[in-house]
Nanobody
């Protein structure tokens, strides 16, 4: 079983920066992708950053990266705005071994890391 956990959220003033981390653990063979999503109060969850690109609202301010050796991804968020407030989730896709040793694909979400940007 694969477990994904985000960390690094918190309260920051507008213009400030935060770096979120996403760590996957378990019987992981390899990670294909780590995408970052956010859900603002009253809104649907939206994709903000992945290896395919960035949402227009965060381009030039957010950067994703990954440390494959640590099965950890990062979302560096600069020049934060109040509209960046929300819960940030990491979705990790890859392959792992199940309890019988068979290889299986996984798509696992973390529990979310809240980010609040004050004006």
């Amino acid at each position: 079983q694969v477990h994904v956990m985000e960390s690094g959220g918190g309260l920051v003033q507008a213009g400030g920066s935060l770096r979120l981390s996403c760590t996957a653990s378990g019987s992981i063979l390899n990670i294909i992708s780590m995408g970052w999503y956010r859900q603002a109060p009253g809104n649907q969850r939206e994709l903000v950053a992945s290896t395919a690109g960035y949402a227009d609202s965060v381009k030039g301010r957010f950067t994703i990266s990954r440390d494959n050796a640590k099965n950890t991804g990062y979302l560096q968020m600069n020049s934060l705005k109040p509209e960046d407030t929300g819960v940030y989730y990491c979705k990790t896709t890859g392959f792992s071994r199940d309890s019988a040793g068979a290889i299986e694909r996984f798509d696992q979400w973390g529990q979310g890391s809240p980010v609040t940007v004050s004006s």
